[in-house]
DNA sequence: CAAGCGTGGCC
DNA sequence: TGGCCAAGCTT
C-alpha cells in the first residue's frame, strides 16, 4: 500500500469517530461543499452548521443565488463574521454561472480563479466534492503535522514551503485515499490535536507523535499573534454593518452614526464598508446594503 | 509579507 | 476577566 505510516491508524480513527456534518454526507453536492469552506473560513463548526442550512435550502445552486442582490447574500451571512465572504460567495455563484455553465469547475486552477477561494478552499473543494488528490493544509492539519512529524507544539506564524512540501509527502497515492486523509487529519486536528489542552489519551498516532515522544516541550520563540477587537475599525464595522443588515430598507446616516462616539474612526470604517462593496451610498444620503 | 478583516465561546 | 482560538484570503 502506498501509505505514510500513519494514514492506517488516522484512517480507522476517522471511521470511528468522524462528526455527522451535513456537507460531508455522500449527497452534498459541490456547491453545497464550497459554501461551507466558505463558511468555515476562520469560523467554529457550530456557528456554521445553521448558516449553512438556510443558504443551501434558499439557493440550493448557483444560479438562485447569482439571481439575488448581492445585498440578500450580507443579509443572510448574519453574524458570521468576515462578511466580505458573502460578497465572495455572490460573485463566485456569478461566475460559476457566466465561466462554467452554473456547476462549480472540478479543477484546482478553476477554483483558484474564484474570489476568495484560495489555496486550502480550492484543494477541499477538490477533494472534497470531486475525490481530487491535494494536499490539505489548513490551520488543523499544520498543528498536527508540526506535533507529529516535526516535534514542536505550534507550526510556524505563517505556512512555509516545507509544510506544503511536507503534506505533499504524507499523502496517499489513490485520489480516493488521499480525500480521505486529507479530511481525516483534519478531524484529528479539530477533536483531538487541539491548539490547547489536547486529548493526547485518545490520539490514534500517540506512540509515534515526535512532539510527544521529545517530552512535549512547550513553543518557544515569540508569542502567537493575538487579535484585538474591541475600539478597533473592525469593531465599529461590524455595528455598522449590522445596522443596515437588521433594516428592512436603507437607513438614514444618523442610525449609522448612533454606533460609535468617535466620528473620525466611524466614518474611516464606513468608507472602508463602501469601498470593500459591502455598502452602498445611495442618491440620497441614505446607505443600503448593496444591489 | 505582515496586517487587516467579525464574531462568539471557552478556560 | 480577557487573551486565545476558530476548515483563510487579499493586498
Known sequence: MNENPYSTAVLAWYEANARDLPWRRPEATPWEILISEIMLQQTPVVRVLPAW????????????????PAGEAV?????????????????????IVERHDGRVPDSHSDLLALPGVGPYTAAAVASFAFGQRHAILDTNVRRVLARAETG???????????????????????????????VAVMELGALVCTARSPKCADCPILDRCSWVLAGRPPHDGPPRR??????????????????????????????LDAV???????????DALVADGLVDPLEDGTYALPG
Open 75 to 95: 443579509r443572510m451571512w448574519n453574524r458570521l463574521g468576515y462578511p466580505r465572504r458573502a460578497l465572495n460567495l455572490h460573485a463566485c455563484a456569478r461566475a
Open 260 to 270: 460609535w462616539d468617535k466620528s473620525v474612526q466611524r466614518e474611516r470604517a464606513l
Open 226 to 255: 493575538g487579535q484585538t477587537y474591541a475600539g478597533t475599525d473592525r469593531q465599529v464595522r461590524g455595528r455598522l454593518l449590522a445596522v443596515l443588515r437588521e433594516a428592512p430598507g436603507p437607513v438614514a446616516k444618523e442610525a
Open 152 to 182: 514542536i507544539e505550534y507550526p510556524p506564524k505563517t505556512q512555509t514551503k516545507a509544510e506544503v512540501r511536507l503534506a505533499e509527502s504524507l499523502l496517499p497515492d489513490a485520489p480516493a485515499v488521499a480525500a480521505r486523509w486529507g
Open 53 to 68: 442550512e438556510a443558504w443551501v435550502e434558499r439557493w440550493p445552486r448557483p444560479a438562485d443565488l447569482a439571481a439575488e
